[in-house]
């Protein structure tokens, strides 16, 4: 990892344990799961949002007044809406994915959760996401968050990526690893 992303990722590391830390202590980690999960669809689906975020040129003051307007927009909670203020005064704006990142996984394993992250050959519905979902809780003994996200040269069937195991049953492995049997043939 590169020095910058480091530091990046140092500092949304704090900013989410002190609200993770807050949100537990006045008993709202729930409220804190909804505000995360709705601030991080906001900036996958708002291209002016991220450019907000992350845009050097946007003054503080700018930063801080429309940072609050979103979050009275979207409805976040106190402690978020105090937490994005204060990363706006120092001009951390920029940390905000990282930091609903590092969130997602502290709030994951307070629950007791693990994500699989999927990539799959075309979409999987609900109930492939729940059978799939039982298969890895089964494997791991924990909830399993599946988070599925379509990716067409695999072909067919599916990669698992659940903490540091790999599963990759799609047609793209095994075409490849039969490409390689046949060069060793030769």
């Known amino acids: ?7 990046s ?6 900013y989410a344990r002190a609200v993770f830390d807050l949100s537990r202590e006045g008993g709202q980690l729930d409220r804190l ?22 845009s050097p040129v946007v003054s503080r003051s700018e930063q801080a007044a429309a940072i609050a307007a979103v979050a009275d ?9 105090n937490t994005l203020a204060l990363m706006a005064s120092k001009r951390r704006l920029f940390v905000v994915p990282q930091m609903l990142t590092a969130l997602e996984g502290m709030l994951a394993d307070d629950r007791g959760e693990v994500t699989a992250q999927v990539r799959a050959a075309q979409p999987l519905d609900d109930d492939q996401r729940a059978r799939l979902a039982d298969a890895l809780k089964a494997s791991t003994g924990r909830d399993v968050k ?12 599916l990669v698992v990526r659940l903490g540091s195991r790999m599963i990759d049953t799609s047609i793209r ?11 060793e043939v030769r």
């Open 146 to 157: 599946v988070d599925v996200t379509v990716d067409d040269s695999l072909i067919g069937g």
């Open 33 to 54: 799961s909804q505000d995360a999960d709705t601030l991080s669809e906001a900036t996958k689906a708002s291209p002016d949002l991220r450019e907000l975020l992350s």
């Open 9 to 14: 990722s140092g500092i949304a590391a704090r």
């Open 173 to 183: 492995a095994k075409l490849d690893a039969l490409q390689n049997t046949m060069k």
């Open 1 to 7: 990892m590169s020095e910058p992303a480091s530091i």
């Open 73 to 81: 927009k979207l409805g976040l909670s106190d402690t978020m809406k």
